[in-house]
């Protein structure tokens, strides 16, 4: 009998049962065999991931280790630092890209259009993997530092899958999920061996992290020591070493204590050429100001790494982290300024100081981390398509429909005009 006769009496018996049994009854489906299957007929019966099945990678994305897969070219990494005994209060952010990954698995190819930005980054031109971890020691911070430079410095050198287009996209590009703050000064290194510059850095942060060594308790240590690599001075260091561009770069989010009894701690910011945005500046600048602050300072051409401290986001909003800071931003507002942001030529991101011991239940922290993530991906994504000439401009479908001068159908006063829309008019 030909397979396809066969199939039509299935199909036959199949529809016969259907009549029998009605819907609720669940009939056994009949499934032809796997067989001979082709990979296209296998991936659509089985490939799709739900939220909560599948094992856990960054966005269910493919995982490779990376560094021991030299062969594997890619254009987005996303990339775990889990190293956390630099921290001077919290330790626990070695378990920040675990957590960071699990608040990711609502985040998928098939649902992951972002509509602030009129396109999917997970079904989009780059290739993007979930290249796992670099193990990094716990005991030897020299080491680890060492190890850390040594895998960023790898991946970034390679050469991206899409090497040839956009043509400024040579290597690939990683975002990063700490671990502690100090993650930040491997990737700095890395980055300036590979663009061959110094880069800009948009840090978004409770606090400066410009700090000078001697700014902790040192008595034990009068010269250079591993103990002045921490997660509060790694940018002191990366200017030391001149990885930073001069007057370019911006914290963003301020509202630390300082030390002593005066401002010296700024005065010694201002030599490290950050501009100073405070949180409480949002209340005067907004949201818009604080993005146009932020791109006039840097531009849309100077190569830039961006870090973030999820400690920006308010410990009302994000507790789950290694210095909690109260009267930070919302994690709305944060989102919103990474959206105004987007025009940035990023080479690089973290997120870092992701503690969960210290987060709700719920994985709010994560949850945040995570979503900040996927506008990373986004921005990356679409300033590639902008570049490779192939981004189109979209608009939602009745974007601020609220503001409209039209009138809901079969109204004529402006407060039934504000009514919701009906579910068929959606
Ligand atoms: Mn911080």
Redesign the pocket.
């Given at each position: 009998m030909k397979a396809n006769t066969l199939l039509g009496l299935l199909g036959g018996a199949l529809a016969l049962a259907d009549q029998r049994t009605g819907f609720y009854n669940n009939p056994e489906p009949l499934i032809p065999s796997t067989e001979g299957a082709s990979t296209e007929e296998l991936e659509a019966r089985w490939g799709t991931d739900w939220g909560f099945s599948g094992i856990t990678t960054f966005a269910h994305l493919k995982h490779t280790k990376c560094l021991v897969s030299p062969d594997e070219l890619f254009d987005i990494g996303i990339i775990g630092i889990p190293f956390d005994t630099a921290v001077t209060y919290r330790p626990g952010a070695r378990f920040g890209p675990r957590a960071i990954r699990a608040a990711s698995a609502r985040q998928t190819s098939f649902r992951g259009f972002n509509h602030r930005a009129g396109l999917n980054p997970y079904a989009s031109w780059p290739v993007i993997l979930d290249c796992g971890d670099i193990p990094v020691t716990p005991f030897d911070n020299a080491l680890a530092l060492h190890q850390m430079t040594s895998g960023y410095l790898e991946l970034v050198s390679r050469k991206a899958y899409n090497y040839e287009n956009p043509p400024s996209h040579k290597h690939p590009k990683l975002i990063t999920l700490g671990g502690d703050?100090s993650i930040a000064l491997p990737a700095l290194r890395a980055l300036n061996q590979v663009y061959g510059k110094p880069v800009s850095v948009i840090h978004f942060?409770?606090?400066l992290?410009t700090w000078h060594p001697g700014k902790y308790p040192s008595t034990w240590a009068n010269s250079p020591t591993q103990a002045d690599f921490t997660?509060?001075s790694m940018f002191w260091l990366a200017r030391q070493e001149g990885l930073i561009a001069n007057s370019t770069s911006v914290h963003a989010g301020l509202r630390?204590r300082l030390s002593g009894e005066d401002y010296s701690d700024y005065e010694d910011d201002d030599q490290q050429g950050f501009l100073r945005i405070e949180a409480d500046d949002i209340e005067i600048l907004g949201v818009e100001g604080v993005v146009r602050a932020i791109m006039e300072r840097m531009g849309t051409e100077n190569p830039v790494y961006l870090s973030v401290?999820i400690?920006?986001i308010d410990p009302g909003l994000a507790p789950g982290?290694?210095?909690p800071?109260v009267g930070g931003w919302t994690s709305r507002e944060m989102i919103q300024i990474l959206r105004g942001i987007d025009g940035l030529n990023l080479v690089g991101a973290d997120i870092v100081?992701v503690a969960p011991a210290y987060d709700m239940t719920g994985e709010s922290t994560a949850l945040a981390a995570a979503q900040l993530v996927f506008e990373m991906v986004t921005s990356m994504v679409k300033r590639g398509l902008q570049d490779r000439g192939e981004y189109i401009e979209r608009v939602p479908p009745r974007k601020n429909w609220f503001l409209s001068s039209e009138k809901v159908v079969g109204t004529d006063d402006s407060v039934s005009s504000q009514k919701p829309l009906k579910h068929d008019e959606i």
């Open positions: 703050h942060d409770a606090h992290d997660h509060g630390t401290d400690d920006v982290t290694g210095t800071e100081e």
